[in-house]
């Protein structure tokens, strides 16, 4: 809320942008839920949906697995869009001609290791909408110590690649275009040079 001169108080404009995203979870909310819960069961890792909200990146969905020792946010929670994977996902499809987010148009992917917090990582994939628009950041964070491993980040990828296709479709978008990544992820998986290109 704010003072008008006159004296009388006007609603600001955080009702308005939380009544967008509330109505965007109406149609985002089906979809992106059960594919949230699988991927943090088989993982056991926490599984969030990031949306961008100017210089922010807000956790619209996330599931967090039963483990003791695992990521804990908040949905509604803002964190600063230039850090951690799934900044650079929601960077790179809303900021399409900054040449630093190029690799992660061509992969369909981003990983952070330990750059928002020293003590976690995270990977994450693009989900589309209908017309191609960037509906979020599906994304799996855990602990720096278990992504560690090439192998692991590997999996987590195939896995996130796969859910964000089924959303993609399932959105009215198109999955084809997570054919090439999904394949070369596949045949290539993580490669330990992919960290450097990654933590810039």
């Known amino acids: 809320m704010r003072k008008l ?3 009388q108080y006007a609603i600001g404009p955080q009702p308005l ?8 979870s109406f149609q985002v909310g089906p979809v992106i839920e059960p594919l949230l819960l699988e991927l943090s069961r088989e993982l056991g890792e926490t599984a969030s949906l990031y949306v961008r909200q100017g210089d922010k990146r807000l956790v619209l969905y996330r599931v ?4 003791a020792v695992r990521v804990s946010i908040r949905i509604g929670e803002e964190f600063p869009v230039d850090k951690g994977a799934s900044g650079k996902v929601l960077l790179a499809f809303t900021d399409s001609q900054d040449p630093r987010w190029k690799d992660v148009r061509e992969r369909l992917w981003a990983v952070s290791h330990g ?4 003590e976690t990582a995270s990977v994450s994939v693009p989900v589309f909408g209908a017309t191609g628009e960037l509906v979020g950041a599906l994304t799996l964070s855990g602990p ?16 996130l690649l796969n859910c964000a296709k089924r959303a993609t ?13 999904i394949a070369r992820t596949g045949m290539e998986g993580f490669l330990p040079d992919d960290y450097k290109a990654y933590q810039t």
Request: a positive charge; zero cysteines.
């Open 169 to 181: 479709v399932a959105l009215g978008g198109s999955g084809a275009r997570f054919d090439a990544s």
């Open 144 to 159: 720096k110590a278990r992504f560690d491993m090439a192998s692991t980040i590997t999996v987590a990828l195939t896995s």
């Open 115 to 118: 750059e928002r917090d020293p």
């Open 17 to 24: 942008r939380l009544a967008a995203l509330y109505q965007r």
């Open 64 to 67: 967090e697995p039963a483990r």
């Open 5 to 7: 001169n006159d004296g």
